[in-house]
């Protein structure tokens, strides 16, 4: 006689589960960064060992949400494909937020007490130099969660629109005599 349990399926995730795991990664993702944030400035090693366990719930997420959207997608109408759809992209991004914070804390606690603004030892110069290069990719990632989120609530993309800031000069000069221009016409 087997003593094998028999595992019962577990339900398919609901459109409505799957953007409330997605809700629920985001706040672990700002839980994520708040403690790294909290275990830099305390020297607290052991608080920065709580990242892990933030990115591993996201990895978590990360599988049952995508294992969710390719169940449900097919099966649901237009509009909540779109959410579907955003939903995987922006656990791609949350995910990948996770990898970079747990990159920055094993940075952060490789380097140890060693944080010290004079202390110039190579190897410590390294640990910051990556931590900081984390910390910035990690920001480039909620970036463009953001964008996806405003991609999603209005139906357009502003991810390869130029801002002011990003123009040249002479392009901002052009765009400045065009307006003229038109106002004068």
Known sequence: MSTASVKTPSPEPSRSGLVRRTVEACELAREAAAIAAEGIATGSMSRLNDIRKCEKELDAIDVEVDSGVTSTITSVPEAETRQLLACMKVMIGLERIGDLLLSFATSAQAAGG?????????????QVIFMTQSLERAGDHAKNLAEEVCHFVSGRSIRHQLMAYDKPKEQMFIDWLRHKEEKSE
Do not use: G, I, M
């Open 114 to 126: 060693r944080l010290d603004p004079e202390n110039v030892a190579h190897h410590s110069s390294l």
